[in-house]
């Protein structure tokens, strides 16, 4: 049933990687998640489409890093609404264990950061 999600999600999230992948931090903190939870290899797309299907907190970050984009694709697969990113500077790689009722205001995050 897992598979079958993700294969239809993977025609939704075409263009929300299309637009993220550039994004160098966003590299980081995908790299970092899928060493993390262990994400199949399947490519760079379907593994992004993994994560953003199976894990909300990898969903916050994705949409923090596009900025007021998200509001135009956040509806596609809904965030952790519990979880707060309130800094600007953050370096890739940011893994989040746990970001229920959790709230991220720094002035500045550096890279490879695991919030629990």
Known sequence: ???LLHIIHS????PLYLFVRKNMLFQKDMMRWSEWKEAPYLGRYMQFVFLMT?????RNICYFRMGKLQY???WMCP???S????TK?????LLIQHGFATIIHAE???NNCKIF
Request: glycine share 14%; net charge positive; proline share 3%.
């Open 11 to 14: 025609f939704f999230y075409l």
């Open 83 to 86: 979880l707060y990113i309130r």
């Open 108 to 110: 500045k995050i550096g």
């Open 54 to 58: 199976e894990y909300k907190e990898f």
């Open 79 to 81: 965030p952790l609404d």
């Open 72 to 74: 135009f694709v956040r």
């Open 1 to 3: 049933m897992h598979r």
């Open 89 to 93: 500077d953050i370096g890739g790689g």
